[in-house]
């Protein structure tokens, strides 16, 4: 539990602080939030769904950025030479990287909701207050699915050098195939299926839902095998992770040269 | 004279062998155009009056204007990350040739991502793509390439002076795809933001671009926009030369010029 | 009893080079070492850049999994039972790195604090003793960003002592500092020495490891090419003077031609300028030099000189003329 605790606080610090809270909110929200507004304007132009549909899925998509931080703070220690005093620790791995996770999984699910927020204020999306604990919940859900995968590709991370290419991979295939700008009975099969595949797909379709008016219990299922869906990308994660270990520490792959 | 083209060309030839090497450049170029032309496509194809040649403008500026934010704002500090920075500054070379040597490279690395995205258009959609105005096609292609190399040697002491600008300066992506209206016209945006896009180069270069593909522009206003295109570059680069100059004036008298 | 066994480590590293013709190459790091060092020991590891002591030593700290051989630390097998071990053993990897710049020294400090399980109670006191240690105590609370290499250094030192190891290990630990900051550090290693741990030091500085340990194995390309006790090592060379030539303009064959004096054991060359001097091991001591001078008959020769061999010659002697 220590461990568990001091990872989150001194990894986030010692990895993701900023100098002040304008360049730390401009860097970690601008990028979000315009993203969200040039998605959802491009759907506008194209007119082929309403506009809340782009403005609900590109809000969930800010989820991503959990399992992109995620994925790529392994690289980041690695680069600064911290990663090999970590393993030499005898600190429970399952621990520390949780704790590491657990404050990006925090930070995302607060994105999303300024993500939402934004698009109340700016695009004039219509939430009516008694779909917001509904909304919330989704929220929640999405963030810790799509953080799994987040722990799969940290697992990756480990050996492969450049994490922060395959994490904006991910997000964009997110973009293209979740079903956030294309519904997926529009996409090829093989889009579609991989669309299933991929955590979020699932949350993003219960907020739609929950946003009119179907209420939590009727999206609860989908919320339920979104999780599962991130679970099981969480749990080959570890696996990985406990082989990956073992082969990093044969090839001397630890450390940046 | 020739000296400076010579550094000039040297200066490009080891960009391109960086740039080249560095997977996370190779994804802004090739990758992400790839991704944003398919999404674009799917999202704007069931329009009455879609355009396929749009798109792949439209997706491949956002490309082109990715590559040089990134490999514009880290040319100079990367330099000084690796130590290099003294000894450019040491050598006899201006050290704004040689950054404009650099950000050639980093244009033609920029290239590539209207190729990509003309081969998602024409190859995998099979879409049938040409240009409704050739000449001034090529006229603006050429113009705007020259505008995103003097805002690429804008970004690199913008960002080395002030550290937050660096970090900043990667989430300009989108706010600049938007404002530029690479891919939907900027009437979608409220009015007051019209004076920011018209102050961005890029707009420009976007106007001209997608106008003379698609024919919807007259010669007079085709021209209008080439001159507006060239004097908003032309203040980017008086810019970018007077921060180069601040920044080698502090550098110099601080001692930032090797690693803080 | 012994804290540290090595038998017959060998570690090779598979390298891929190339990216469109991928070709891949075996380089053998560490070529059949076995150690045995004792508790309580200050061991060096003498070699230098590329002999694979940095290898070692993370073979030994659980970081890397041998190609072959059985190490053990304290009983404990360093590949097996690595998370037990990991518990027991302390170690300062070379360089600046490392470090959390955005923390300070002391929030970096109660992170590995944490990590290492140490008893909440205790972690407070423990790194203020830490900090008065290695004497950074009224630099604690400053980021690690503004620190000297050397406070660099002290601080991963106090780092690996705060969960109190056993056994330390500590990687060309002066590497990089001023002789100021080099001898702060030495004076700290001391003490530690004087608390009885087990300690492993690398280094490429023949006089440190002189002035520190008790033992020394000298480590060339993989292998063990001596050990002992400073003094026994000096012993390999009790025989031995060294003649130094000065000369202008020396060539290979030059040096080619005295290695073939049947009474020359080696020969090194280290370059000035427009001089050069040259070492001769021989046992003849002065009486070799007429010979010496007339095999080199067509070179300028300044000053000669006969002296005793000291440590610094042997490890020449054993590791080659480079360097
Ligand atoms: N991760 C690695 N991959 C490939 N080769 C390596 C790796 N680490 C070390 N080597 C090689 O192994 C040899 C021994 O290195 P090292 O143990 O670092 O030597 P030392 O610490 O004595 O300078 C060197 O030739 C080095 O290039
Ligand atoms: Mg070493």
């Known amino acids: ?128 207050l008694s779909t917001w604990p509904g909304i919330l919940l989704t929220i929640i859900v999405g963030t810790l699915a799509v953080s799994g995968l987040g722990l799969l590709l940290g697992a990756v991370a480990y050996v492969m050098l450049d994490a922060g290419v395959l994490g ?11 079903g956030a700008n294309v519904p997926l009975s529009e996409l090829p099969t093989a889009l579609s299926v991989f669309g299933e595949a991929l955590p979020l797909t699932r949350s993003i379709e219960a907020a739609r839902e929950v946003a009119a008016g179907g209420g939590i219990a009727a999206s609860l299922p989908l919320l339920l095998k979104d999780l599962g869906v991130g679970l099981a990308y969480a749990s080959v994660g570890f696996i990985l992770f406990s082989w990956i270990e073992v082969i990093a520490r044969r090839r001397g792959t630890l450390e940046n040269m | 004279m020739i000296y400076y083209a010579r550094i000039f060309i040297l200066s490009a030839k080891v960009q391109m062998l960086e740039v080249t090497a560095s997977i996370f450049m190779l994804f802004i170029a090739l990758l992400q155009p790839f991704f944003i032309a398919i999404l674009a496509i799917y999202m704007l194809r069931d329009q009455a009056g879609f355009e396929p040649v749009y798109v792949i403008v439209g997706a491949g500026l956002s490309g082109l204007f990715s590559t040089i934010l990134f490999t514009g704002s880290n040319s100079v500090t990367r330099e000084r990350a690796q130590g290099n920075l003294e000894l450019l500054e040491a050598s006899p070379a201006p050290l704004m040739v040689i950054m404009g040597g650099k950000m050639v490279a980093n244009l033609a690395l920029a290239l590539t991502s209207m190729v990509v995205t003309y081969v998602v258009g024409a190859g995998m959609f099979q879409y049938p793509v040409a240009v409704e105005q050739p000449a001034f096609f090529a006229v603006s292609m050429i113009l705007a390439l020259f505008s995103l190399w003097t805002m690429g040697m804008l970004f690199a002491p913008l960002s080395i002076l002030w550290q937050p600008v660096e970090q900043v300066l990667g989430g300009l992506e989108y706010p600049v795809f938007i404002f530029c209206g690479f891919l939907f016209p900027i009437a979608l945006l409220p009015g007051w933001f019209l004076p920011i896009s018209y102050a961005l180069p890029p707009y420009w270069a976007a106007r001209s671009l997608q106008g003379s593909s698609l024919g919807t522009l007259e010669s007079d206003e085709i021209v209008l926009t080439w001159l507006i295109l060239l004097a908003t570059s032309g203040v980017s680069l008086v810019a970018a030369g007077m921060l180069f100059r601040i920044f080698l004036r502090l550098g110099r008298r601080k001692g930032t010029l090797g690693f803080i | 009893m012994n804290a540290i066994e090595l038998e017959n480590i060998r570690h090779v590293f598979r390298v891929t080079t190339g990216t469109i013709r991928r070709r891949s190459k075996e380089i053998v790091a560490v070529d059949g070492v076995s150690l045995q060092i004792e508790e309580g020991e200050l061991f060096g590891l003498l070699g230098p850049n590329g002999a694979g002591k940095t290898t070692i030593v993370k073979i030994l700290t659980t970081l890397l999994i041998p190609t072959a051989g059985r190490v053990t630390v304290l009983g404990f097998d360093a590949v097996k039972d690595a998370a037990a071990l990991r518990f027991q053993v302390g170690f300062v990897l070379g360089g600046d790195r490392g470090l959390y710049y955005r923390l300070s020294g002391r929030d970096n400090l109660r992170y590995f604090a944490e990590l290492y399980g140490i008893d909440t109670k205790k972690v407070r006191s423990r790194i203020e003793e830490m900090l008065e240690l290695v004497g950074l105590r009224d630099r604690a609370d400053e980021r690690v960003a503004g620190y000297s290499r050397g406070m660099k250094q002290r601080l991963h030192i106090a780092r690996t002592l705060l969960h109190d190891p056993k056994v330390l290990f500590l990687d060309e630990p002066t590497m ?53 006790t400073p003094e026994e090592l000096k012993e390999l060379v009790s025989d031995q003077s060294v003649v130094e030539l000065e000369v202008f303009g020396a060539e290979t064959e030059h040096l080619d031609r005295l290695r073939g004096l049947d009474y020359v054991d080696s020969v090194s060359i280290e370059s000035h300028d427009l001089r050069q001097v040259l070492r001769v091991q021989t046992k003849l001591g002065e009486r070799a030099v007429p010979g010496l001078l007339a095999s080199l008959e067509n070179l300028d020769v300044g000053k000669v000189s006969v002296r005793e061999a000291t440590l610094e010659d042997a490890y020449v002697h054993l590791v080659g003329e480079s360097e």
Not at chain 1, 168 to 178: A, K, R
């Open chain 1, 1 to 128: 539990m220590r461990v568990f605790f001091a990872s989150a606080y001194y990894g986030y610090r010692g990895l993701f602080f900023w100098e002040t809270p304008t360049v730390y909110l401009t860097q970690r929200l601008l990028l979000p939030l315009s993203g969200l507004a040039f998605f959802s304007l491009i759907g506008k132009f194209g007119g082929s769904q309403p506009l809340e549909f782009y403005l609900i899925g590109n809000a969930m998509v800010i989820a991503s950025l959990s399992g992109f931080t995620i994925g790529t703070a392994i690289g980041v220690e690695r680069n600064i030479g911290t990663l090999i005093y970590l393993i030499g620790s005898p600190a429970n791995r399952v621990a520390l990287f949780f704790g590491r996770a657990a404050v990006h999984v925090a930070e995302s699910a607060i994105f999303v909701v300024a993500g939402f927020g934004w698009a109340i204020l700016v695009f004039g999306l219509d939430l009516p």
């Open chain 3, 176 to 228: 990089g500092l001023d002789p100021v900051g080099a001898r702060d550090l030495r004076e700290i290693i001391k003490r530690l020495q004087s608390e009885q741990k087990t300690i492993l030091l690398t280094t490429h500085y023949m006089f440190e490891a002189d002035a520190l340990c008790q033992r020394i194995a000298i480590l060339n390309e993989g292998r063990i090419v001596a050990q002992g």
């Open chain 1, 168 to 178: 904006n991979i991910v997000i964009f295939m997110i973009l293209l195939v979740s």
